[in-house]
């Protein structure tokens, strides 16, 4: 299966290895999936923008947003995947996600990320220590995330966006449907890499642990 063209940040090249072994192909979106998480935010360092695709640095907001997330069930079987967004960006008034960086276990994950919805993921090797703490790393780099929830488990009902840009120079937005309990969470987050740390700080972020999720990925538009 050839690579699917992807802009992304350098931690998000597909190896060539990698490539080769890809799927001959991946399930269609709309993807339902169970999930638990590990989520941060942070105020967006100083051209945090710039790791975005220059298609997507219009409005935006300065906050940075990452995850580790444990997919319990979805098309694809199970795996683990970390991401981030350098800045919320506004499109049509409102905020979305944009993800840049994207790795995940499952070379099933990989292609159906790039195909679907022209998410950059690469691959990665992941150890979780419990549900609330875990290490991602890939060639040349490494994010670490460790979770001390507190306070009550809440319920959480709402849409999402993710605003992609497509191998064409598209705009794609990627509609997100989210059902899950969550905890208030301080989490300890540690980077390494030729970008990470200049824009997914290392340090003690605000954040939640989510539990019981399941989330619907639909089909992009434009």
């Not at 490494?142 to 979770?147: E, G, I, L, M, Y």
């Not at 929830?149 to 705009?171: C, E, F, K, S, T």
Request: some cysteine; proline content about 12%.
């Amino acid at each position: 299966m050839s690579v699917v063209p992807v802009a992304g940040v350098p931690e998000s090249v597909l190896a060539a290895e990698d490539a080769a072994r890809l799927p001959a192909a991946a399930p269609p979106a709309p993807w339902q999936a169970r999930l638990r998480a590990v989520v941060w935010w942070h105020r967006a360092a100083p051209g945090a923008v710039q790791h975005l695709p220059e298609g997507l640095r219009g409005r935006h907001l300065p906050l940075t947003v990452g995850a580790m997330v444990r997919y319990l069930d979805t098309p694809v079987g199970p795996y683990s995947e970390v991401l981030a967004s350098p800045v919320v960006v506004v499109r049509r008034g409102l905020p979305a996600a944009s993800i840049p960086f994207i790795a995940v276990d499952s070379l099933a994950s990989v292609l159906g990320g790039r195909a679907n919805w022209a998410l950059p993921k690469t691959m990665a090797r992941f150890a979780w220590s419990g549900p609330a703490a875990c290490t991602g790393e890939g060639d040349g780099w490494r994010v670490a995330a460790a979770a001390r929830p507190r306070g009550p488990r809440v319920p959480v009902l709402a849409p999402a966006r993710d605003v992609q840009l497509g191998p064409d120079g598209r705009r794609l937005e990627v509609p997100i449907g989210v059902r899950a309990l969550v905890r208030a969470a301080q989490v300890d987050v540690r980077t390494l890499g030729p970008t990470l740390p200049q824009w997914l700080r290392p340090g003690a972020h605000p954040g939640v642990v989510v539990e019981r999720a399941r989330m619907r990925f639909g089909a992009p538009r434009e």
